[in-house]
């Protein structure tokens, strides 16, 4: 089975710092992906990734940006933390040219901004 | 842009009993994937079922199958013999081509009642 593993399962930080989530797969997969879950908004694509030291804006870049070093890990950073970052912070991974297979998520990263 | 519309944003089934959740999307193209993800209460993002646009046989997974209208651009998803298990968030999802990205809807609360 696929695992994708978030560093932090809850995350409470102030407002200016700069915070890291981090996420990290096993299955060797190209392609990676950071959204946000809010509620009444469902997922919303922040970053993705097609392979190392790729990346590409998704639907809500703004305020984050990401690293890709290395193929199992994608980190997503927060520059300057605000509270309307406070979120629930999703992880997932995926085979690449294959359409119908899924996303693989972590368990997520619920984080709060004070 | 494609779009997914989930306009219920709660539902509730007595336990046995069967349940349809609405999913609509827009979009051009005539190459996709579409996709039921299912979120239970603090846990993992899980794939319930997934479709083909090219394949006009309606996906079936054991107790969950789907009704996809192309024309209509409308995928519900059934759930029959309703199990307390099955109380969770659902969310659809589409899937541009050979695109990875996924655009999600807004998501359902999913209740089954004892």
């Known amino acids: 089975d696929v695992k994708v593993t978030q560093s932090s399962r809850y995350l409470v930080k102030r407002t200016g710092e700069k915070v890291f989530l981090e996420c990290v797969q096993d299955?060797?997969?190209?392609?990676m992906f950071w959204y946000r879950q809010d509620p009444g908004l469902g997922l919303r694509l922040i970053y993705f990734s097609y392979d190392v030291k790729m990346k590409e804006k998704g639907d809500i870049p703004e305020g984050y940006s990401v690293s890709r070093e290395k193929k199992e890990r994608f980190s997503l950073i927060l520059e300057s933390a605000s509270t309307n970052q406070t979120s629930m912070y999703l992880c997932?991974?995926?085979?690449?040219?294959?359409?119908?297979?899924?996303?693989?998520f972590g368990d997520g990263t619920r984080l709060s901004i004070l | 842009a494609q779009t997914v519309t989930q306009s219920q944003p709660e539902m509730s089934v007595q336990e046995a009993e069967t349940v349809t959740l609405s999913c609509t999307y827009d979009t051009s193209e005539s190459n996709y994937y579409l996709f039921w993800y299912k979120q239970p209460p603090s846990r993992q993002m899980i794939l319930v079922i997934r479709?083909?646009?090219?394949?006009?046989q309606n996906a079936t997974e054991n107790r969950f199958s789907v009704n996809f209208q192309k024309a209509a651009k409308s995928f519900s998803l059934k759930i029959s013999d309703s199990q307390l298990g099955d109380t969770a968030m659902y969310f659809c999802?589409?899937?541009?081509?050979?695109?990875?990205?996924?655009?999600f809807g807004k998501g359902i609360t999913l209740s089954v009642r004892p």
């Open positions: 999802a589409f899937m541009k081509g050979a695109n990875s990205k996924l655009t």
């Open positions: 299955m060797d997969h190209e392609n």
């Open positions: 479709q083909e646009a090219y394949k006009q």
């Open positions: 997932a991974s995926k085979e690449t040219g294959l359409g119908s297979q899924p996303q693989h």
